[in-house]
């Protein structure tokens, strides 16, 4: 780190007064507690997803709720018109970050062949080559209740 990037910092910390407890209790209110319910619900998203609700089913047609069902065609399926860029539709989106896909297939074009061969027919999966399943999101909101618990009490006064 250079010596400017060190002042920079130096400066940031004192027009910001981190030495302030009310300084941090509104970072924490303000950035910090709006991150963190941005990432637990996605993370919920995400293990509803894998629930055995949807992939523990042995085929879409398995899963009771019709509404359930439909939105789950549209996740794997949505947006895919035939002969065009695989780039683009939803479900193009849902597989990379969620991992949603038909059969626990390795790409996204054959998810799309086999839903189209198979229809409601095919096992909703969720495969470990998406974005989310990188992210410790569970050790993140665990780290999140620790840190909150230990400084709350000094925040409040």
């Known amino acids: 780190m250079s010596m400017e ?6 400066d940031w910390s004192k027009e910001n007064e981190i030495w302030d407890p009310k300084t941090w209790r509104i970072f924490l209110e303000n950035d910090l507690v709006p991150f963190y319910k941005c990432a637990f619900s996605l993370n919920q998203l995400y293990e509803t997803l894998k629930s055995d ?3 523990g089913k042995s085929s879409l047609t398995d899963i009771d709720d019709e509404t359930l069902r439909e939105k ?3 996740v794997i399926y949505g947006g895919v018109k035939p002969n065009k ?4 539709p939803f479900a193009k989106f849902m597989y990379d970050n969620f991992g949603i896909c038909a059969e626990d297939t390795s ?3 054959e998810s799309i062949k086999y839903y189209e061969s ?12 998406s974005w989310i ?6 050790e993140l909101v665990s780290k999140r209740w620790d840190l ?3 400084k709350a009490s000094r925040l409040s006064s």
């Open 85 to 88: 860029d695989f780039n683009t």
């Open 133 to 138: 399943h990188l992210i410790p999101i569970e």
């Open 107 to 109: 790409s996204f074009e």
């Open 5 to 10: 990037a060190k002042e920079s910092l130096r």
């Open 53 to 55: 609700k949807i992939c």
């Open 72 to 74: 789950i065609r549209v």
């Open 148 to 150: 909150w618990e230990n």
């Open 118 to 129: 198979w229809g409601d027919s095919i096992k909703v999966s969720v495969n470990t080559r």
